[in-house]
């Protein structure tokens, strides 16, 4: 799926209005978190998985132990 948002004003800041369909195809509701990526070519937006960045720290740095 592709879609264009517009970005609109809010308080100082700008935010983007994700279209209801978006929205239910990434299983996102008011308050989930989105993490952005700069790309070469871009921007790339995807769901906020905090638990599974920290598990893979976690394995980093068993990684790192094991190597040593």
């Known amino acids: 799926m592709s879609v ?3 970005l609109r004003k809010v308080g100082d800041s700008l935010g983007v209005i994700l279209p209801k369909e978006l929205l239910q195809e990434l299983k996102l509701s008011e308050g989930d978190r ?3 990526t700069l790309q070469a070519d871009g921007a790339c937006l995807s769901t906020d998985d905090s638990e599974f960045a920290s598990a ?3 394995f980093g740095r068993t990684l790192e132990a094991l190597a040593n």
């Open 4 to 6: 264009t948002v517009k």
């Open 34 to 36: 989105l993490h952005v």
């Open 56 to 58: 893979m720290k976690a």
